[in-house]
């Protein structure tokens, strides 16, 4: 089962073009600071921006990268069950370890609807699963029985969970039990989800601190709560400077600040307005990352 501190990897760009050398360079730096896992080409990658030459070019590079070190978890999500089965086919040709499945976006389907796309990919991947549930981007919630209903599928063995619901998770956990691997899917929840039966994150803020990230998660889950307890007080605001606005703007901008990519985004993506620039500045401050 997938666990521990998985980070939502950013995609460096620079002058419009996927930046390769800083890509390994990121993929070093997880793997030297005590990440478990890397995911490429999700939320924080900015997948919807991405060609499909890009997105394939992406999750070739991190496994490559990461040559065995640690594990890569390929976002796959589609809202076209076709195409969605081509990229998850793809991530295990490259020899990704597993695959991201966010559900799909804007089509808004039902419940049986969703069902059915996650086994469709599930059955024809052949490649372990994390559904990812975020229905503030995608318009769609599935509910704890839906994802019961999936639980017991042998290539469905996670789920990342970004509805910001606890009351919901924690069903989500009393219906699968350890069937399935649950992911937080906000930095600012992942000591509660833990609390209630997580094993780790999907973060963003991994990006910028992996060493606290991995840390608060082990300590957890190897019993030392109080020091778990004291570390997700310690980045609890600069989580929260990481969503001021849409991610992966302030995260980008924050890796910016600190040397390690351009910060360029892609169209609709916009860079941070001057107000929460200067409330990240402070955040990032007050933690010691730039002075």
């Known amino acids: 089962m997938f666990q521990g501190s998985m980070v939502a990897l950013v995609t460096p760009f620079k002058d419009g073009r996927v930046d390769e050398p800083t890509l390994r360079e990121l993929v070093e730096f997880q793997i030297k600071n005590g990440t478990d896992v890397l995911v490429p080409c999700g939320t924080t990658g900015e997948s919807p921006t991405l060609t499909h030459d890009e997105h394939r070019r992406i999750i070739e590079l991190t496994v490559e990268a990461a040559n065995g070190r640690i594990a890569v978890v390929a976002g796959t999500g589609s809202n076209s069950t076709t195409e ?31 069902i059915a796309h996650c086994r469709a990919v599930a059955d024809a991947a052949d490649l372990p699963l994390i559904l990812y549930n975020i229905p503030g981007r995608t318009g769609v919630n599935m509910l704890p029985e839906t994802l019961a209903a999936l639980a017991d599928h042998p290539y469905i063995v996670g789920m990342k969970e970004a509805t910001g619901n606890l009351e919901q998770m ?84 924050a890796m910016a600040l600190m040397g390690m990519v351009s910060g360029e985004l892609r169209l609709p993506l916009w860079p941070i307005s001057e107000m929460n620039l200067t409330k990240l500045k402070a955040a990032m401050r007050a933690y010691g990352l730039i002075s």
């Open 84 to 114: 969605a089965i081509d990229l998850t086919r793809y991530a295990k040709q490259a020899g990704a370890d597993g695959a991201l499945l966010v559900l799909p976006y804007y089509n808004k389907p039902t419940q049986a609807g969703l």
């Open 170 to 253: 924690t069903h989500d956990i009393v219906l699968c039990g350890d069937k399935l691997s649950f992911l937080s899917g906000d930095d600012t929840l992942t000591l509660p989800l833990l609390a209630v039966g997580g094993r780790g994150v999907v973060s963003v803020v991994a990006n910028i601190v992996p060493r606290d990230v991995s840390d608060l998660v082990r300590t957890f889950l190897n019993g030392d709560w109080k020091r778990a307890r004291e570390i997700h007080l310690k980045l609890f605001p600069l989580c929260q400077a990481m969503f001021c606005e849409t991610n992966p703007i302030p995260v980008k901008t």
